[in-house]
């Protein structure tokens, strides 16, 4: 079984930036790649993702113009730039593989591959 590992994430002050990032040891060139987020008490949401050959990307209303999503499928990582963070932004990220190549969804039930997630906490 393949395996995401996620890091970079730490605290931050509203109004900064951090870059967490995601690394498979498998390969991941055929599928959407995404990231989502889950505070304490709520659901986990979806944040951004980005297709298979990088040409689309998708993001949460929330946090349009404030995160960019990026892949580098020779490296098999993906990249999440958070800027203009807020208080709101803070949760657990998690790296996410889509269950199907060549197939692109925002649903939880479509995402097969999982990190262990990591902590970005945005003080106000």
């Known amino acids: 079984q393949d395996q995401l590992v996620e890091s970079g994430g730490g605290s931050v002050q509203a109004g900064g930036s951090l870059r967490v990032s995601c690394a498979s040891s498998?390969?991941?060139?055929?599928?959407?790649m995404a990231w989502f987020r889950q505070a304490p008490g709520e659901e986990r949401e979806f944040v951004a993702a980005?297709?298979?050959?990088?040409?689309?990307?998708y993001y949460a209303d929330s946090v349009k113009g404030r995160f960019t999503i990026s892949r580098d499928n020779a490296k098999n990582t993906v990249a999440l730039q958070m800027n203009s963070l807020k208080a709101e932004d803070t949760a657990v990220y998690y790296c996410?593989?889509?269950?199907?190549?060549?197939?692109?969804?925002?649903?939880?039930?479509?995402?097969?591959?999982w990190g262990q997630g990591t902590q970005v906490t945005v003080s106000s």
């Open positions: 996410a593989q889509a269950r199907y190549p060549e197939e692109f969804s925002i649903a939880r039930a479509q995402y097969a591959l």
């Open positions: 498998g390969t991941i060139s055929r599928y959407t």
């Open positions: 980005v297709t298979w050959s990088g040409s689309s990307t």
